[in-house]
């Protein structure tokens, strides 16, 4: 029997107050960078898994470490993710799937990919859709999500809305905004686009630049579901210092600055 993929989380209505293990539960923590050592991995994913985030997003070679530490960790819930194509998104489908295997294999729960943006700018959608989909068919034959990733700085608004298009053809369960290795991170008006250009099934992370509890409320009003961020422990530390009413998700429309990087 092919194990079921996860049901959607429902979107925070405007008006609701969340509270620091809502935040935790927000979070992929990014441990992305290119010369992180396998102890640095090693010590965060034990740190956040002690806060029990929803998932540390590590590269594919520290996945099957990055379980093992989570497995030391006793009562952790945290999720491994990782991510595919990364960060360009420009191998070839086979190598993406290639990469997909090995990491479920490896312990991986989450596969967050990078779709071909250069294919997608040059507006072949029929590549952009079936190299999602053969990911989403990897991901999905062992239960676990898949994720794509737009990077939206890189796109116009046409652009961003194929890609939307593209991965709900493919039937990924998120889109999502960045890398954070581009230039540029996650931004209202894209997540409020993407939001509106999906099918409700699918659900939206924005990931570079959430780094302060205000963005994160804004985002959340945009049916922001995940947060893909560095940022976890001042994330945390903010939402601990704060009022029940400096909590609270503000209607959709809110101003914050544009994100960039992780």
């Not at 405007?14 to 090693?42: F, M, N, Q, S």
């Not at 985030?53 to 945290?78: K, N, Y």
């Not at 939001?195 to 509890?213: F, H, Y």
């Amino acid at each position: 029997m092919t194990p079921a993929v996860p049901d959607r989380r429902p979107a925070y209505a405007p008006g609701t107050t969340i509270t620091t293990r809502d935040v935790a539960d927000l979070v992929d923590h990014a441990l992305l960078k290119p010369e992180l050592t396998p102890d640095e991995v090693a010590d965060s994913v034990r740190e956040l898994a002690g806060r029990s985030i929803w998932s540390v997003c590590v590269r594919p070679s520290d996945v099957a470490l990055a379980a093992a530490t989570i497995g030391e960790v006793e009562g952790s819930s945290t999720a491994v993710c990782t991510v595919i194509g990364f960060p360009h998104g420009t191998t070839s489908t086979t190598a993406k799937v290639a990469e997909a295997r090995q990491a479920l294999t490896d312990g991986a729960t989450e596969l967050d990919m990078v779709l071909n943006v250069g294919r997608l700018r040059g507006g072949d959608l029929t590549a952009v859709r079936d190299d999602i989909a053969a990911v989403v068919e990897v991901g999905h034959e062992a239960g676990v999500l898949v994720k794509v990733i737009f990077e939206t700085a890189l796109l116009d608004e046409q652009q961003t809305v194929d890609a939307c298009r593209a991965a709900a053809d493919a039937g990924a369960d998120f889109t999502k905004t960045s890398t954070g290795f581009a230039g540029g991170g996650a931004t209202l008006p894209d997540v409020r686009l993407m939001r509106a250009r999906t099918p409700e099934r699918m659900e939206v992370k924005a990931s570079g630049g959430v780094r302060d509890i205000p963005t994160l409320l804004a985002m959340l009003a945009e049916g922001v579901t995940r947060i893909g961020t560095s940022s976890t422990a001042a994330l945390l530390a903010e939402a601990e210092a704060l009022a029940a009413d400096e909590l609270v998700v503000p209607e959709p429309g809110q101003d914050v600055p544009a994100g960039e990087g992780y």
